[in-house]
Structure formats: C-alpha cells, structure tokens
C-alpha cells in the first residue's frame, strides 16, 4: 500500500511557526554537564572540540550547541533553515553569560548548503530519516568531515521506537476531528502528561513533546537504525562510540591494523546481542533473549507500517477496523518475540493491547489512568560517533 505523502519537518514547523525543541535551562551547569556526558561517551573531549572547526546541521533552539560554544572551537557554523529557530538560536545566545565562540548562524537547507571548506567535527542530531531522499542528504553531509575528523549522528532503534508509536496510535482517538492544532496539543498534553511524569530526568516540556512527536507529520519517517547509518557509510568511516554504550572488543590492539580492523563489524555484532535492551529504558541491559533480535526488530518495523498506515487510513476518512486490526495483529506477534525477563514491558504492552481492543475505549481518561503502560518507555535515540578514514 502507498502511503501518503507526508509534510517534513521543516515545512511542518514552518506552518505552525514552532521549534520544538525547548529544554529547561534553568540550570545552566547542570545543562552543560548533560552535553559533556553524552560527548565523553562518544569519545569527544572537551580538547577535541578546541580549536576545531565545527558544523552543526539542524541545529534548532541552539540550546545545545551551547556546550560546544564555550569550548571555545575556532569555527562554529550553526546550519538552520527554519526562521522561527533562527531567532531562538539568537535569543540563546544573547542570554549566554559563559565566554564563548560566537557562532556562525547559516539559514538555508542541507540541500543548498555547500561549505567552502571540510570541518573537524560535523553534528547532526534528530534531523535526518529513513526516505531515500533523507539517506542521500546523510551521503552529502558526510562529505562535510575532514579526512580522520569526526562525524556524530542520532539513530532511532525500532525496538525502542515501539512505546511512543503505540502512543501515537493512541492520538488519533483522543482529538477531535474539528480540533485545531492548538487544541489538538492541549488535549494530547492531558492525556500524556501522567507517562512523562514518569521519566524524571526528562528536560523538553510537554507541550513540545507532543507537537514533536504526537502531531509531527514526519514523525513515521523518523526510523533511521545505527545498521543502515553503518551499512551506508562504512566505506569511508569507522564507528568510534556509541551512546547508549554497548560495545566490548577484548581484541588485542596489537593485532587490529590492516584487514583486522572491522571497527563496523564488531558494533554490528554487538547491536545485534544488544538490540532488544532498547525496548524499555528502566530494565538494566540484559545478555539475554538476543536470539530473537533480528525478529523482533523486523516485527517493530511492521508496526511502524502499521500504525502509519492505520493513521493514513484516518486522515483519508476511511474506515479503520482493518487498519486497527492490522496493528493488534502485528503487536501481538512483537510481544510474543520480547524476552521473558522483561516483565514490566510485557505488562504495560499487554495493557495497551487490551486498551485498542475496543477502540471506543480510548479516552483521555483511560489513557491518563493506564497502570503499566504509562511507565513504558524505549531508549529510542542513539548517539554514535564515527571518524573518516
């Protein structure tokens, strides 16, 4: 089945004149510390960013290019098309008391972006997806890195994706058909607000959270897997770190030159023992129940499908009971593949099944009230670091 073609991000916050991205600020150490953590488990010190030359693609709000500014780089280029997070990134900047490098702020698309120069280090976070118009834009700004310079990236894991696609499924039951965008967020926000509650060291506001990831249009597209951002780049880069961490190479260093290298290969193998440990953030990584992880993560794709369709089928008016159908199915057979040790995912995926069963159930009440469910949340996004050769 064609699925509709759908608004991408840039042309959806353009409509809604939004960037949400927001994060609290409130405390600014505590902020900078967050970013130190995430580039320290990449492999990126406060030193490499000294002195380099650095990109960031998409760059939003500009709250986190923040750390990177006061590391003072000796070039930074803020590469944002969308006018309304032009002004944030300004409006961040002016309120920036810490001794910084003043960025440089780029307002055009990747697509029309050609540098005069390669950068050290080239970030791009929670922007590019998996259409192959989005993988071609990742080919491109991979060309952007200097020979041996450092390219860090997001992935999405479809296992972890799971959650908050259930979630989504979830939204279009709870707005009305005459709401607008406003009231569609008020009304999402209700109903969500008790599960992210639940996620204590969360920093984006609710209102945010929902326009991003309840309401975005591109929301589908968003799947880009740490084994297709491998597959595409390994001619030209090595994986250096990953966050979450999960790689363990007990190879001698002595022996790893030449063809032995297979930095890629050993992050694959490890992705793979390790991919069912994304699915709910509270569970400790398991070594466990991996041998259904090429399974389970195809089965999470199938319900991606599902659910875009089942949504597709709404906005067309059509009647939903198959499309419903479909993702019952589909859930059931993902929750047959998940290890049995993961107790509380199983619980809280067994009650959201029950919950669609009968989809006149679905309110914001009994979506506020869900006891195991409300909890469940995936490890969704993966930083990794790679270097060129």
């Not at 003072?72 to 280029?77: A, H, R």
């Not at 597209?221 to 363990?248: A, Y």
């Not at 699915?279 to 991606?304: H, I, Q, T």
Request: aromatic share 12%.
């Amino acid at each position: 089945m064609n699925q509709r073609v759908r608004q991408t991000h840039l042309e959806y916050y353009r409509e809604h004149q939004i960037t949400p991205v927001h994060y609290d600020l409130n405390c600014m150490q505590s902020h900078l510390e967050r970013r130190q953590a995430l580039y320290q488990k990449l492999g990126l010190l406060p030193l490499t960013f000294r002195q380099s030359n650095v990109l960031e693609i998409a760059a939003g709000t500009g709250q986190n290019s923040l750390y990177i500014a006061q590391l003072m780089p000796k070039k930074f280029v803020l590469l944002e098309p969308n006018e309304v997070a032009v002004s944030h990134i300004k409006n961040t900047y002016e309120q920036f008391t810490h001794p910084h490098t003043q960025p440089q702020i780029v307002s055009t698309t990747l697509e029309n972006y050609l540098p005069e120069e390669s950068f050290d280090i080239v970030l791009c976070e929670n922007w590019l997806g998996t259409s192959e118009h989005e993988k071609a834009l990742l080919n491109k700004l991979s060309t952007f890195v200097a020979p041996q310079g450092l390219l860090v990236l997001t992935t999405v894991s479809p296992i972890g994706f799971v959650p908050n696609l259930l979630r989504r499924f979830l939204a279009i039951y709870l707005c009305g058909e005459q709401e607008d965008f406003l009231q569609k967020t008020e009304t999402l926000s209700l109903a969500f607000a008790s599960h992210l509650g639940t996620l204590s060291a969360m920093t984006r506001n609710i209102t945010d959270w929902v326009q991003d990831n309840m309401l975005n249009p591109a929301y589908f597209g968003l799947c880009l897997s740490i084994p297709t951002v491998v597959e595409r780049l390994k001619d030209r880069f090595d994986i250096l770190g990953s966050s979450p961490g999960f790689i363990t190479d007990w190879r001698w260093f002595k022996k790893v030159y030449g063809a032995e290298r297979r930095f890629n290969e050993y992050f694959l193998t490890e992705y793979w023992q390790n991919a069912h440990n994304f699915l709910d953030y509270r569970e400790p990584p398991k070594s466990d129940g991996s041998e259904n992880n090429f399974e389970l993560e195809s089965k999470a794709f199938e319900l991606l499908h599902m659910i875009a369709e089942h949504e597709d089928a709404h906005m067309d008016r059509k009647d939903l009971a198959s499309y419903a159908q479909n993702v019952r199915w589909a859930l059931n057979e993902f929750i047959e593949l998940i290890p049995r040790s993961f107790i509380a995912a199983q619980s809280g995926l067994k009650e959201l099944r029950h919950l669609i069963h009968s989809p006149e159930t679905i309110t914001v009440q009994s979506v506020q009230n869900m006891i195991y469910f409300q909890a469940l949340f995936g490890r969704e996004t993966a930083y990794i670091s790679l270097i060129r050769g």
